[in-house]
C-alpha cells in the first residue's frame, strides 16, 4: 500500500497512520478538539450528550483508518470477497463495541473519568441502530462482526432505513408504536455522495433483433431514483481489519425538486416527487411472519439489490477479467428471500447490459449465489403478485419467465409427464392473481440452500423444499447452525464475566477461539471460582432490578430466580403459553395456607418483546401479560414469591442487559417451527439455564452441554402433524390445569375478559394450532423441576459453570468458517505487520 502512495503525500500520509491512541492523554486531546471544533461546543458546557459525541467521533477516526487500510488491502489482494445481503441489520449500539474490539476501552474510560464522566454514563446516550425486527438482523450483524474479526473479505449491503424498528410505549397495558428516528446524530455512518446509483421502475421492454439474429430486450421509460451509499465502519477484534455495511438511502433523481413543476407554480408537486422517492428508504416493515405484498416493500427490495448489484460489478470489471471468473470473485449470500431480486438482476444486467449468452450467464449467476433460510412457517415464504411485477418490473417478470421455463424444462426431462411436481416447484404459482415464488426462484438461482440448525436443515429437506431436493439432488442443501458473537453477547455484556473467564483461561483468546471455554470446566469445583461465578450473577440481577424498578416502578427482590422470555411476541414462540403458566403458579399460590407458600421458589417473570403492529393476537398477548402483572404485583398475599414484568422496548442493548441476569430463560417453541433461536445460545453463553422444547439450535445446546444441564419439554417436532390432524378430525380436551386458567380470566381475575378471548378461543375453539394445551402439562411439571434444581443452588452453579464451558461452539465465527468454507469458497485475507 505504502509503495502506491505518491512521493510528495507520502511523508505526510506516514505521519497519519497510527491507529488507536497512545495513551489516555492522546485521547483526551481528540476528545476535546471534537467537542470544540466538530460540535463547536466548549468543554464547561460539556454534556454527557457531548461527550458521547465527541469519544464517538475519536473513535471513529481510528477506525477509518483501518477501514481505509482494509479496503485498500482487499483492492490490491484482488481476492475473492463476500457480499452478504440482508434487508436488516440489527446492529444496536457501536461505541462500546468499537472501544472493545479495538482494544482500548481502558483507556478511553480513563480519559473520560479525567473530563468528567462515567464511560457507562457516556455509552448510554448512544441511540440503538435498530434496523432489523430480531433473530434474522441481528443474525446478520454478529455475521459482520465475525467476518471483520477473521479478515474475510467482506461487505454488508443492506438500506439506510430513516426509521429503523418502532420505539414501543406501554400504555394502560397496551403496546403503542412510537416511530424511531434513529439518525438525528449517528457519527458512525459516513454520507458517500459520490457514490449513488439511477434505480429504475416501472417502464416497458421493446425488443429487437440484431445483425446476429439475437434478441435484445431493452428497458424503458418508467422513473428514476437515486441510491445514495452511505458506509459505516465494522471494526474487527483483536485485528485491524475493518470491513464495510454499505446502506443505501433513496433520493429523488432530479435533484431537490422538478423546477419545471416548480416554475409553473406546481410547488406541492415538485415537492410530493421528491418524497415519494425518499419513501422507499423510510421504514423498516415490521414483521410478523405474514407475508404482505405491499408494493413499496417490493420497491424497497429491488432498489436495494440493484444498486448493490451495480456496485459489486462495477467493482469486478476494475480488475478487467472475464466474466466467467466472477463466482471465483464474487460470493453473494441471500438472507432470506428479500434480496432474491439479486437473481434475476445479474441475469439481467449479464444479458441484456453485457450481451452474454443466457447460458453462461446463467452458470454465473448460480455460481455467485446462496440463499439462506429462516423459517418454515408457509405463511411467512414470500409471494409478489405477477401484475404487480408486471407493472413495477415488466423486465424482470419477463426473465423471470424465462429461468422458469428452462427449469421446468429440466425438471421435465428428469420427471417426464409429471406435471404436479412441475406445477409444485415452478416459480409461478398458478393463483388468482398469479404470484411469483420467491423462495423457489432463490433456490433455483443459487447453488447451495441452507437451513439455520439442525432439525430446522432437515425440516426443509422433507417439507417446504422436499420436490427440489428431488430434482437438485441433496447436496444442494445443507445446514449451518447459527451463532452469535461472543465479543459483544460475553464480552460487552457480561465484563466481569468475561474478566472471570480470562483469568482462568489465561488470556482472551477465548474470544477469537471459544472452543476454549471448556478449559473452564477445571475450575468447577473451586470455591473460590464457584463464589466469584454466583456474585456475578447476583451483581447482573441487581442492576436489571434496579432497571426495573426505575422503568415499572416495581420492586422485585435479586435473589428470587429470574425467569425471562425476551423475543418477538408471536403465538408459534408462544409467550401465551408462558403467561398462562404465570397465572397457573398464581392460582396454585393463592390456593395454598400462607405457611405452605412460604415453600415456594419466588419467582420474578420477565418478559419483553414487540408485536408487529398488525399482529392483533400477539397484541393480546402482551395486554395478558401487563394485566397479570398489574394484579399479581399487587397482591399482597404473594408479596415476593412472585412478580410478573413486562420490559417495554426490547431492544439490543436492552438484552445486553437483560441477558447476563437471567437464571432460566424460555426457548419454547412449538416443536418445528423456531428454525434456530440465537438468544438460547446468548442465555446458557451468560450462565443461564434454558427451559424449552425440542426444538431449533435447543437440540444442539443440549447435545453439547448434556441433558442435566437443560429442562426440555414437550411433544417433538415429529409428532405434531399428527396432533394438529387429532385437533381437527379427532377428539381433543383442553388440559384440565388450563381451563382453570382460562376459567380465572373469564372471570375477571385480570380485568375485562373479552380482551382475552382470542387467546382462549384459539387453543379452545380453533384447534390450537400451536400445541399450548398439549404441551401445558409437560411444561407445568417441568417448572417444578426447575424449581427443585434453583433451591440446590450449589447444584445450579455447577449446572450453570458447566453450560458455558461447553457453548464453544455456539460462536458466529464457526459458523461464518462454516459458510466460507461450504458455501462461499473463501480465505481470510492475512493481515500483515500485525
Ligand atoms: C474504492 C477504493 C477503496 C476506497 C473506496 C471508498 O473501493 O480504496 O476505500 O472506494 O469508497 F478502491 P471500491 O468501492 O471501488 O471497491
Ligand atoms: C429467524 C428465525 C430464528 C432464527 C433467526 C436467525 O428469527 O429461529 O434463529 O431467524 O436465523 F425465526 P426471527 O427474525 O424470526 O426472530
Avoid at 467476518?147 to 474475510?152: E, I, K, M, P, W
Avoid at 417433538?716 to 384440565?736: C, K, Q
Amino acid at each position: 500500500v505504502e509503495a502506491s502512495i505518491p512521493e510528495p503525500q507520502r511523508k505526510a500520509w506516514l505521519a497519519h497512520q497510527t491507529s488507536g491512541f497512545k495513551d489516555k492523554d492522546g485521547f483526551e486531546t481528540e476528545v476535546v478538539r471534537h467537542v470544540e471544533t466538530t460540535l463547536a461546543r466548549s468543554m464547561y458546557n460539556c454534556d454527557e450528550q457531548a461527550a458521547y459525541s465527541a469519544c464517538s467521533l475519536a473513535f471513529r477516526d481510528r477506525l477509518i483508518l483501518e477501514w481505509n487500510r482494509t479496503q485498500q488491502r482487499q483492492t490490491f489482494a484482488d481476492s475473492k470477497r463476500v457480499y452478504y445481503l440482508s434487508l436488516e441489520f440489527l446492529m444496536g449500539r457501536a461505541l462500546d463495541n468499537a472501544m472493545l474490539n479495538i482494544g482500548q476501552k481502558d483507556v478511553a474510560k480513563a480519559g473520560l473519568a479525567e473530563l468528567g464522566f462515567r464511560i457507562e454514563d457516556v455509552i448510554e446516550q448512544e441511540h440503538d441502530a435498530a434496523l432489523g425486527n430480531g433473530g434474522l438482523g441481528r443474525l446478520a450483524a454478529c455475521f459482520l462482526d465475525s467476518l471483520a474479526s477473521l479478515n474475510y473479505s467482506a461487505w454488508g449491503y443492506g438500506l439506510r432505513y430513516r426509521y429503523g424498528i418502532f420505539k414501543q410505549e406501554i400504555i394502560d397495558g397496551y403496546q403503542v408504536e412510537v416511530p424511531d428516528y434513529w439518525l438525528d446524530f449517528n457519527p458512525w455512518e459516513f454520507p458517500r455522495h459520490d457514490v449513488t446509483v439511477d434505480i429504475q421502475f416501472y417502464g416497458h421492454v421493446t425488443k429487437r433483433t440484431d445483425d446476429n439474429g439475437k434478441t435484445i430486450a431493452t428497458w424503458e421509460g418508467g422513473e428514476i431514483v437515486k441510491a445514495v451509499a452511505y458506509d459505516v465502519p465494522i471494526p474487527g477484534y483483536a485485528t485491524p481489519s475493518t470491513n464495510n455495511l454499505r446502506l443505501w438511502s433513496s433520493k429523488a433523481a432530479s435533484g431537490e425538486f422538478d423546477f419545471q413543476k416548480f416554475n409553473s407554480g406546481d410547488y406541492e408537486n415538485s415537492v410530493a416527487d421528491q418524497q415519494r422517492a425518499e419513501t422507499i428508504s423510510a421504514v423498516l416493515y415490521p414483521n410478523d411472519n405474514l407475508d404482505r405484498g405491499k408494493e413499496l416493500r417490493l420497491k424497497q427490495q429491488y432498489f436495494w439489490v440493484a444498486a448493490s448489484l451495480y456496485d459489486i460489478v462495477r467493482r469486478f470489471k476494475k480488475s478487467r477479467r472475464a466474466w466467467k471468473e466472477f463466482p471465483d470473485q464474487v460470493a453473494i449470500q441471500l438472507n432470506d428471500t428479500h434480496p432474491t431480486l439479486a437473481v434475476v438482476e445479474l441475469q439481467r444486467i449479464l444479458v441484456d447490459l453485457e450481451g452474454l449468452d443466457w447460458e453462461e450467464a446463467w452458470n454465473i449467476v448460480t455460481n455467485t449465489f446462496g440463499y439462506t433460510n429462516h423459517t418454515v412457517l408457509p405463511e411467512a415464504l414470500e409471494k409478489w403478485s405477477v401484475p404487480l411485477f408486471q407493472h413495477l418490473l415488466p423486465r424482470h417478470l419477463q426473465l423471470i419467465y424465462d429461468i422458469n421455463l428452462f427449469f421446468l424444462q429440466s425438471v421435465e426431462r428428469k420427471f417426464p409427464k409429471d406435471r404436479e411436481m412441475l406445477a409444485r416447484v415452478s416459480i409461478i404459482e398458478e393463483s388468482q392473481p398469479k404470484m411469483v415464488r420467491m423462495a423457489h426462484l432463490a433456490i433455483v438461482g443459487s447453488h447451495k440452500v441452507n437451513g439455520v440448525a439442525e432439525l430446522h436443515s432437515d425440516l426443509i429437506k422433507t417439507t417446504i423444499f422436499k420436490d427440489f431436493v428431488e430434482v437438485f439432488g441433496p447436496d444442494k442443501f445443507t445446514n449451518v447452525t447459527n451463532g452469535i458473537t461472543p465479543r459483544r453477547w460475553l464480552h460487552q455484556a457480561n465484563p466481569r464475566l468475561s474478566e472471570l473467564i480470562s483469568s482462568k483461561t489465561g488470556s482472551q483468546n477465548f474470544l477469537k477461539d471459544l472452543t476454549e471455554l471448556a478449559k473452564i470446566e477445571h475450575y468447577k469445583d473451586d470455591k473460590a471460582f464457584r463464589k466469584e461465578w454466583a456474585e456475578i450473577k447476583y451483581a447482573n440481577k441487581v442492576r436489571l432490578a434496579k432497571h426495573i424498578k426505575k422503568t415499572t416502578g416495581v420492586d422485585v427482590n435479586p435473589s428470587a430466580l429470574f425467569d425471562v422470555q425476551v423475543k418477538r411476541i408471536h403465538e408459534y414462540k408462544r409467550q401465551q403459553m408462558n403467561i398462562f403458566g404465570v397465572i397457573h403458579r398464581y392460582l396454585t399460590l393463592k390456593s395454598l395456607s400462607p405457611e405452605e407458600r412460604k415453600k415456594f421458589q419466588p419467582r420474578v417473570s420477565i418478559f419483553g418483546g414487540k408485536a408487529a403492529p398488525g399482529y392483533w393476537m400477539a397484541k393480546q398477548i402482551i395486554h395478558l401479560i401487563n394485566a397479570v402483572g398489574a394484579v399479581v404485583n399487587n397482591d399482597k398475599d404473594i408479596g415476593d414469591l412472585l412478580k410478573v414484568i413486562f420490559l417495554e422496548d426490547y431492544n439490543v442493548s436492552k438484552a445486553e442487559m437483560i441477558i447476563p441476569a437471567s437464571d432460566l430463560s424460555e426457548h419454547i417453541s412449538t416443536a418445528g417451527t423456531e428454525a434456530s433461536g440465537t438468544s438460547n445460545m446468548k442465555f446458557v453463553l451468560n450462565g443461564g439455564l434454558i427451559i424449552g422444547t425440542c426444538d431449533g439450535a435447543n437440540i444442539e445446546i443440549t447435545r453439547e452441554i448434556g441433558e442435566q444441564n437443560i429442562f426440555l419439554f414437550g411433544n417433538l417436532a415429529e409428532d405434531v402433524e399428527d396432533i394438529r390432524h387429532n385437533h381437527t378430525y379427532g377428539s381433543y380436551t383442553v388440559d384440565p390445569d388450563l381451563v382453570k386458567v382460562f376459567e380465572a380470566i373469564e372471570k375477571g381475575t385480570f380485568g375485562e375478559p373479552n380482551d382475552f378471548m382470542g387467546m382462549i378461543s384459539a387453543v379452545r375453539d380453533h384447534g390450537d394450532f400451536y400445541l399450548v394445551s398439549d404441551d401445558f402439562h409437560s411444561y407445568i411439571e417441568t417448572q417444578e423441576l426447575v424449581d427443585k434444581a434453583y433451591r440446590d443452588q450449589e447444584g445450579w452453579v455447577t449446572k450453570s459453570i458447566e453450560s458455558v464451558a461447553r457453548m464453544g461452539f455456539f460462536s458466529s465465527d464457526r459458523c461464518i468458517n462454516e459458510y466460507a468454507e461450504g458455501i462461499w469458497n473463501i480465505e481470510p485475507l492475512a493481515v500483515k505487520d500485525q
